[in-house]
């Protein structure tokens, strides 16, 4: 319930931070399960997926700080300071990431190595390829009614997840239904690429200290 004196920014950054909060929570349960299914059948792209959400988390959680420091004391450069330092780490994060997904797709090629199907890592693709879209659209709406890039930033970044999860969910899908050994390492490199975008994008976030909006930037005028 609204206070009667809240003012319809107040009540805005409100409804923005508690659809934030509920995206954490999905993008948490999302690493989890996609961690536990790789971990069972030795999937890259599943083990990828996992760790790009939980970095995902990672910015999530200060962006619901940073909307929370603006509830409570509308001081927005401390708010932007914290954002602009977070991505600096998510971009190193995201960089470390991307050299992992490298490394291990170069040896599952050599190996030839495959993966048994797993119906836990379908299901979690399936789910996040319906629930993310939802959410990016949402924040893309808080967004602009709040004029604030780092709304739409971290709605563009909802929507790559969203991407990410449509190639994971093909690649599992074709692995299970015609065995094809690289078709794993193959939706890898499709998230290395998702992956390394967000990482140059939080690099400049950081060096420039404007949050990253992907090309939805022209949208904004």
């Known amino acids: 319930m609204y206070e009667p004196h809240m003012t319809r920014r107040q009540k805005l950054l409100k409804g923005a931070l508690e659809l934030e909060l509920l995206s954490i929570g999905w993008v948490m349960t999302e690493a989890i399960l996609a961690a536990i299914a790789a971990y069972r059948v030795g999937s890259l792209s599943l083990s990828a997926f996992s760790v790009d959400s939980a970095i995902e988390l990672i910015s999530g959680m200060v962006l619901a700080v940073r909307l929370f420091l603006e509830i409570q004391s509308e001081e ?132 420039t200290g404007e949050p990253h909006v992907h090309d939805d930037r022209h949208h904004l005028h």
Do not use: N
């Open 76 to 207: 927005t450069e401390r708010s932007m300071r914290l954002e602009r330092w977070a991505s600096g780490v998510i971009a190193i994060c995201l960089f470390a990431l991307a050299a992992y997904i490298s490394v291990k797709t170069g040896q599952a090629f050599s190996l030839h190595r495959s993966v048994m199907l797993t119906l836990l890592g379908l299901i979690t693709a399936a789910a996040s390829s319906i629930v993310t879209p939802w959410l990016a659209v949402q924040k893309l709406r808080y967004g602009r009614l709040l004029h604030s890039p780092s709304l739409i930033g971290d709605a563009m970044c909802s929507f790559t997840c969203a991407y990410m999860s449509w190639t994971l969910l093909a690649g599992l899908g074709l692995d299970g239904l015609f065995h094809w050994w690289w078709v794993d390492a193959l939706a890898a490199l499709g998230i290395l690429c998702f992956v390394l975008r967000e990482a140059w994008e939080s690099w400049d976030a950081f060096k």
